[in-house]
């Protein structure tokens, strides 16, 4: 099982509409098995694939170290949000020894929880709630890969530098150094903003981070959002002005599948 975590220390910058994406991109690959840990009490990403829900919530991860896939389940599982996700980070204050003790107890829970379900899925992707604390800590000590959507404001670089040194700084102190960051998304672009685009080029020609820029974007697009409220893959809308929107998203999609599996090029998305 191959883990991928969507993280960014500041919220609504689309984690959950991209955690969304990338799930039903990658369970639609052949043969492929797809797990969501959905661990935003916000539960956008549970709402989105509560019809791939199973009895199992994201909360339990930190409870057992027993926890089990459904023994009957579609190429797509969702382990929701819930309201006892949240009481996570009020456990302990982590800034103190006790709680330091708290953090690796729940750390070591979760990470032997995905270590449990390696068996039963190709895939888990996981959606993590803004700010840093306990959940975001446990999903970065278990994961391969970690992307980070970014939107284009001015302080873009510094969003930037920010969420790269929590990434490397957490992989190192938690014991998962090998944890490849595939990159910065720019999310929401607005190809008619001047500033946008100044901004993107911006890092794109910055020394010290265009290498973490993933080489495509999402653009603000109805499309997009009209996906998530009818809880299908966008390209599966029937409008044709969902064609821009579904390129783009598949070409995202492609490029992060591609960084987790080298050895394979890029196919076309199934449609069984």
Known sequence: M????IANQKGGVGKSTLTCLVAWFLAQRKNSRTAVIDLDSQGHSSRTLTANACPVRSSHLFE???VHAPSEFNKLVLYPADKAVATVEQRADIRTAAGQAELRRCRD???????????DYDYCVIDTPPGPGIRMISALAA???VVSPIELEDYSLAAM???LQYIFGVAQKHGNPGLSVLGILCNRFTFNSTRQRELL?????SEKYK?????????TRAAIAKSTADRIPVWELPQSSARDASAEVLKVCGYLHERMNPEHTVAEVSRG
């Open 143 to 145: 994961a391969d890969y």
């Open 211 to 219: 290498q973490y820029l993933i080489p495509a974007h999402l653009s």
């Open 109 to 119: 829970t979760f990470r032997a929880n995905l270590h449990g379900l390696r068996e």
């Open 161 to 163: 530098h920010e969420t």
């Open 2 to 5: 191959k883990t991928l975590v």
């Open 201 to 205: 080029q911006e890092l794109r020609e």
């Open 64 to 66: 057992s170290a027993a």
